[in-house]
């Protein structure tokens, strides 16, 4: 850890600096997922913090140690959502300004919470597809304005106050095994892991990512930070592409195991965490939940602590949850169906070929002046996911020509 060995952090200093200010969030004992798990499995329960997520801890931290010249010149963030709200609470609170940029395609509804926590005292910039280019645009103000810039995750004082989510966990169950941290750029994890480890250096630390934005994985494998070509947006609170060199260096020495986790998984436990337990969780808050089915035997009878990140989730992104469910459970497929050139073939597909318990939720012809003989796309969703052969088998038998969809990512991203 040569470029930590020299930093300080100061837990105890953060968690006194931010009391009043930031909540100390609830750890809730599960006992679905503990009969499940065959372990003591808590939520520490972030979502219910004052913004709807742990990032107001490091925000508020730093920028309460920023010097008066430095508040009265104001501060700057690039944020996709739950940074963006710390900020902006932050300024509110301490009454400085505030100039936030937030990437295009940022939920609505983070962007109005970040609206509704500063007011008056801060600006909202929208720019840039990603987190990153969101970031470049931001430094680059902040120097012309000569403000101070509060990043989301590589610097000292975001870390410790981050790590205070650590100091309460062990405050209330020091004797923890396990615990499960999603990580974006590394700022939670490092925080957690730093306080846990200096205090109970058998704990078990597990760091998750989603599948489709392995920043913190590739750059374990790799030796030091990598910039992904690409990454999956949809886990937009832990998509960035490239994880901080300072929480790099904290998470190659803390980590005990580093996770990736399918979009689609992450779906499922969101869906299940509020048809359960009627927690609402954003897709970067469900990670560590989603992450234990791959732990499996190593947290049989331990005390495991799941760190549930955020809970800023829109609503009208619940549909499109669903759907990535459904595909990730196999209970959902797409097919273009070659229907016979024959009087009632769709007739004949309805009856004999879906089962029972079938339900079609699409269909449409592809060539729409072919009806009843050319192909058309065709979404089918099943009540077990063990009914699928028998449906392709009785496409066959009934000489129904498919192309199976969702084996084929470039036809279903083009056509679904």
Known sequence: MSETKNIELDFQAAAAR????????????????????QAEVYLKR??????????????????????????????????????????????????IKGVIFMPEITPKQKVKQTEMFGGEHIEIVLVGDTFDDCMREALIYTQIHDMSFIPPFDNPKIIEGQGTVGLEVFEELPDVDFVVMPIGGGGLASGVGSYLRNIAPAVQLIGVEPEGAPSMKQALEN??????????????????????????????????????????????????????????????????????????????????????????????????????????????????????????ALKRFVNNVLGPHDDITRFEFIKKTNKESGPALVGIELKESSDYPLLVQRMAEFKFEMIELNKDQTLFEYLV
Not at 18 to 37: C, D, H, W
Not at 78 to 83: R, Y
Not at 322 to 338: A, D, N, Q, T
């Open 223 to 344: 030796g030091g930070p990598v910039t992904l070509e690409q990454v999956d947006r949809f886990v937009d609170g832990a998509s960035v592409k490239r994880v901080g060199s300072l929480n790099f260096e904290y998470c190659k020495a803390l980590l005990n195991q580093m996770l990736l986790v399918p979009e689609g998984k992450i779906c499922t436990t969101i869906l299940k965490l509020y048809n359960e337990d009627a927690i609402v969780v954003e897709p970067a808050g469900a990670l560590s939940v989603a992450a234990l089915d791959q732990l499996g035997d190593q947290i049989k009878n331990k005390k495991v602590v799941c760190i549930i990140s955020g809970g800023n989730n829109d609503i009208e992104r619940m549909q499109e949850i669903k759907e990535k469910s459904l595909l990730y459970e196999g209970l959902k497929h797409y097919f273009i169906v070659r229907f016979p050139q024959r009087p009632g």
């Open 46 to 95: 972030e979502d219910l913090q004052v913004v709807r997520s742990y990032k107001l801890r490091g925000a508020f931290n730093m920028i309460s140690t920023l010097s008066d010249e430095q508040r009265c010149r104001g501060v700057v963030c690039a944020s996709a959502g739950n940074h963006a709200q710390g900020v902006a609470y932050s300024c509110k609170k301490l009454n």
């Open 18 to 37: 931010i009391s009043g200010t930031v909540k100390r969030t609830p750890l809730v004992y599960n006992a679905g997922l503990s009969l499940k798990y």
